[in-house]
């Protein structure tokens, strides 16, 4: 059974301008009774700013993502538009841009790039992306089934470099999972990787370091979330970020075992027939240990199953400290493995810090 992601309203709600309340799109608010519009199309041709619409490459609750070409510099970018029913709404503004505010503090080979905002209340909000193409994990566990763990590790090292950046410029990515990690063909690497989607991302004072060490925070700047709003993807958030808990960066650390825990084994840590069924067992079992699963296309070093089991601990303090600690024990792994993983060598940059 595959679990959508989950809110504390009902999914794609929307907000009403004549009461500020909400309903279902396409339907009427639940609070005033008002009819709810959805947002249309841009038809393609339309101009945004400098850019031209081309094509639709997606659509999410809050925003909808258009192919679109520069018309000066005939370049090909991908802009995520807000929906117009938010674009008086405060709060979804606020939540929208931290999205391209976070990105744009880290620079780093491993991480989708932020070229350009536009936020104008009550008319088109946008931000401008690097065009990425290529497949997702997610696709490449569903269309090639289970990869060689060599081919796992390069990925997920890759994924581990991105992280280190995203946690050193003070962010938790809160969403870490196969459809937000994209692989490219790029300078005669194939598997390039590309992390995206921060739109649940939590972001941490730049005073509080408590990010790297692991310490009790409280968040000094927020993607507009609070204390007991689950955001995020059930199938690969921590226990913490399932109850509703704060969460720090170890919360990215159990999403990236739970990634690699997938990869190894071709199936999901815990799976269950609701989101309250998977809570509890979250908080209250370990996910059965790779090399007990049968019929595995391939033998788990011991080293790579007790790190994935680490992540996965229950508790926060039972996983490494940081994603850094995971990416030398990768590195180890590879080493010992004599895999030639020539990705490993990605490592984050000095981020460049958005005023």
Known sequence: MTLHRVTAAAAHQLPCRACKGFGPRGGACTSCGAALASSKRMEPNSLLGSYRVDDVLG?????????????????????????????????????????????????????????????????????????????SLAALLKEGGIPSLQRSVAIMSQVAAALAAVHEAGIVHRDLKPDNIVLLQRGGISDFVKLVDFGVAKLVGSDDRSVHRGDQQRPMSLSSTSHGTVLG?????????????????????????????????????????????????RLTTTPTTPSAIADLPHQIPAALEELIIRCLAIEPEQRPASIEIVMKELEKIAEDQGWLVYELNVRPVESSRAS
């Open 233 to 281: 993807t059930p199938e690969y958030m921590s226990p913490q970020q399932a109850s509703g808990r704060q969460v720090d960066h170890r919360g990215d650390i159990y999403s990236f075992g739970a990634v690699l825990y997938e990869l190894v084994t071709g199936r999901l840590p815990h799976e269950a027939e609701s989101f309250g069924e998977l809570v509890v067992m």
């Open 59 to 135: 659509e999410g609750g809050m925003g909808i993502v258009y192919l679109a070409t520069h018309v000066r510099l005939d370049r090909r970018v991908a802009i995520k538009v807000l929906r117009s029913e938010y674009a008086e709404n405060e709060h979804a503004l606020r939540r929208f841009f931290a999205e391209a505010r976070a990105v744009n503090t880290i620079a780093h080979p491993n991480v989708i790039e932020i070229t350009d905002f536009v936020e104008r209340p009550g008319d088109d909000n946008y931000y401008v992306m690097e065009l990425l193409e290529g497949a």
